[in-house]
């Protein structure tokens, strides 16, 4: 790693499977938005975490999935390319669904 350049960790998942609460719960603050409607991240949303005293940056992202809404076809790129970019991906998993099989083939055709 180069100097001066962060770990990026890229929280991605299906709409509404916790991955702004999770990048709050994390910042300790409500720093992305929260709601019960799906699409509500559209964008790439970069963040500074300090951990054990190394600084890194988590990307909270769209969630993945089908639409037909342009808007969120674009937030939905721009998440699989946060992913790409990034040095780590943490798949974030609704625990009240569990993994489906629509996730399970999503990571396997995925190599980030």
Do not use: C
């Not at 190394?54 to 939905?76: K, P, S």
């Amino acid at each position: 790693m180069a100097l001066n350049i962060r770990p990026s960790y890229a929280v991605i998942g299906k709409p509404n499977s916790g991955k702004s609460s999770f990048i709050n719960n994390l910042l300790r603050t409500d720093a992305s938005i929260v709601t019960s409607k799906k699409g509500t991240t559209r964008d790439s949303i970069t963040y500074e975490l300090t951990v054990d005293d190394m600084v890194i940056n988590i990307i909270d992202t769209a969630g993945i999935h089908a639409t037909d809404d342009e808007i969120e076809r674009e937030g939905i790129s721009r998440s699989l390319k946060s992913a790409s970019s990034s040095d780590n991906i943490i798949y974030l998993i609704d625990d009240t669904v569990g993994l489906t099989l629509e996730e399970e083939a999503f990571i396997k055709d995925n190599d980030f």
